[in-house]
């Protein structure tokens, strides 16, 4: 199973942007799918799940201004962001679940795009 990041670019405080991520594998309907993201000196966080059946679960700071979905027939996943703000700045990563735990059994990762939010 491979990953694809993609849609990172700097923006403006309340700026949107969308990332998307390619995910290669013949069961990817069946892969929970999540986006983390890494801020400068900041640990690892989890932003967004997205479970097989459709359950979603977001982060507390994102909460409200960002929406993760996925297209099982193209193999995609999506994180729309929106009122982006400075503290959003950081290396964003796809990954993928077979298990559809979601419970940090996250073992395959995409390479990272980069976002940043120039206030």
């Known amino acids: 199973v491979q990953l694809q990041a993609s849609g990172g670019g700097l923006v403006h405080s309340g700026d949107s942007l969308r990332l998307s991520c390619t995910v290669s594998?013949?069961?990817?309907?069946?892969?929970?799918l999540a986006w983390f993201r890494q801020g400068p000196g900041k640990e690892r966080e989890r932003v967004a799940v997205?479970?097989?059946?459709?359950?979603?679960y977001y982060g507390d700071s994102v909460k409200g201004r960002f929406t993760i979905s996925r297209d099982n027939a193209k193999k995609m996943v999506y994180l729309q962001m929106n009122s982006l703000k400075s503290e959003d700045t950081a290396v964003y990563y796809c990954?993928?679940?077979?298990?559809?735990?979601?419970?940090?059994?996250?073992?395959?990762w995409g390479q990272g795009t980069l976002v940043t939010v120039s206030s």
């Open positions: 990954a993928a679940d077979p298990t559809n735990l979601a419970r940090g059994s996250w073992q395959y």
């Open positions: 594998g013949r069961t990817f309907s069946t892969y929970a």
């Open positions: 997205i479970r097989s059946g459709g359950t979603i």
